[in-house]
């Protein structure tokens, strides 16, 4: 639909009429927009595939809002549909989503502590401390939380899942593969801590797969 700069735009938030979360909007010439996912700097095409994918095969009106230091996707809602999580592209996630995003987190966490020792350990953690911070991920921002959720069982622990929406996910799945390129100095660790999500039931496994799969993260984490 647009491709837009961060002075074409306005950005703020409002609180979901439901959960209380509050949500990112973007204002263009009187149009509202809810943010999907969001992308580093380096991935300026992965990003345009994405908002490609969505506009031209899926038939869903969005803008990609180009800045400095990342690219993000937005999805045309009403304001009075902020309410309706079904109602866009932005919406809740499935919770099975949620669980495979955190086993996958998870994994990485291990796979850097068992490999490259708990000091690289304490500053991953950090990384993912001041993403899920600046992005406002549900139950996630304070210290404790994020200890929570490195240790806990998304699987036995339904109850205790964070209502993350889909934008967090993809948000999540993409800096966690950056931060894990970054560390083991090539993307072959997702051969490794993909066996994480065997761990789900067949079912869910194989819808989460599918998700990623409809978007430039399966390119990244080669799920099947």
Request: net charge negative; glycine share 6%.
């Amino acid at each position: 639909m647009f491709v837009l700069k961060r002075q074409d735009v306005e950005i703020s938030s409002i609180a979901h009429p439901k959960t209380g979360q509050q949500i990112p909007i973007l204002n263009y010439q009187g149009q509202t927009f809810r943010l999907i996912g969001v992308f580093n700097a380096s991935q300026a095409e992965e990003a345009r595939s994405f908002w490609r994918d969505l506009t031209d095969n899926r038939g869903k009106a969005c803008v990609l809002l180009e800045e400095p230091e990342r690219f993000s996707v937005w999805g045309k809602v009403r304001m009075d549909q902020i309410g309706d999580d079904g109602a866009d592209s932005g919406g809740a996630a499935t919770p099975a989503f949620t669980q495979a995003s955190i086993l996958l987190l998870q994994a990485v966490y291990f796979d850097i502590e068992d490999l490259l020792g708990a000091r690289q350990a304490e500053a991953f953690e950090k990384e993912i401390a001041k993403i899920m911070q600046q992005w406002k991920f549900p139950q996630a921002q304070a210290q404790a939380e994020i200890d929570r959720l490195l240790d806990m069982d998304p699987l036995e622990d339904a109850a205790g899942i964070p209502p993350w929406q889909e934008h967090h996910l993809n948000t999540l799945l993409q800096e966690l593969h950056r931060i894990g390129k970054d560390y083991f100095g090539n993307p072959n660790f997702t051969e490794r801590v993909i066996d994480a999500i065997n761990d789900l039931p067949e079912g869910d496994r194989t819808q989460f797969v599918n998700w990623l799969n409809q978007s430039p993260l399966g390119k990244l984490w080669a799920a099947s």
